[in-house]
């Protein structure tokens, strides 16, 4: 597992995906994720998230976050990366407009030792600017065939080493990553 820095928090990924690479469908919906819904298996879900300090996402997965009731992220301060202003704003969530690296390094400086990110062009300008530390991705057993792409090239090159793969009577496959220093 990645350590604090006092430039940044350590920086984690945890995303599902198709097989074929995308995490959301074509008009951006997230339907096909239901056939791996258990309502007695979680993948790991709240441990990782009791481990999250903030969350950094970006608009549009902010957008569709919205819609579920109730907000999943009452108990942490959420950062959307955006540019517009935000509609509806719960309870904890910020709009923040500019560079990843200055915002993870005002977080440090806030007391936040571990952040989540989440969206797709968040996740590819961290991976861009070797931000991230843990990569944990859940592979479901779905060919969406075109949809919006798990990674947005260019991207730095980093080494990862396999912390854990774990599959699931569902079909799912979660691998988690630790970057190589």
């Known amino acids: 597992m ?17 097989l074929d690479g995308y995490i959301a469908d074509e008009h951006g919906g997230l339907a096909w994720l239901d056939e791996v819904q258990r309502a007695d298996e979680d993948y790991g879900h709240a441990e990782f998230m009791a481990r999250i300090d903030a969350i950094v996402m970006g608009r549009g997965t902010f957008d569709a976050c919205l819609a579920f009731d109730p907000w999943p992220y009452a108990e942490h301060d959420v950062f959307v990366l955006t540019h517009r202003e935000l ?13 990843l690296a ?14 989540y990110l989440d969206g797709g062009n968040v996740i590819s300008q961290a991976l861009a600017a070797d931000l991230v ?9 779905t060919v969406l065939g075109r949809g919006r792409p798990l990674f947005h090239a260019p991207l730095a090159t980093t080494k990862w080493q396999l912390e854990r793969v ?15 220093a």
């Open 133 to 141: 530390d843990e990569l944990t991705i859940s592979w479901i057993p």
């Open 87 to 99: 509609d509806a704003v719960p309870p904890r969530v910020s709009s923040y407009a500019g560079e």
């Open 2 to 18: 990645a350590t604090v820095s006092s430039l940044r928090p350590v920086v984690s990924v945890y995303v599902a995906a198709s």
């Open 166 to 180: 774990q599959g699931y009577p569902s079909g799912l496959v979660q691998a988690r990553y630790a970057r190589l």
């Open 102 to 115: 200055p915002l993870l390094a005002t977080l440090a400086i806030s007391g936040k030792r571990h952040v």
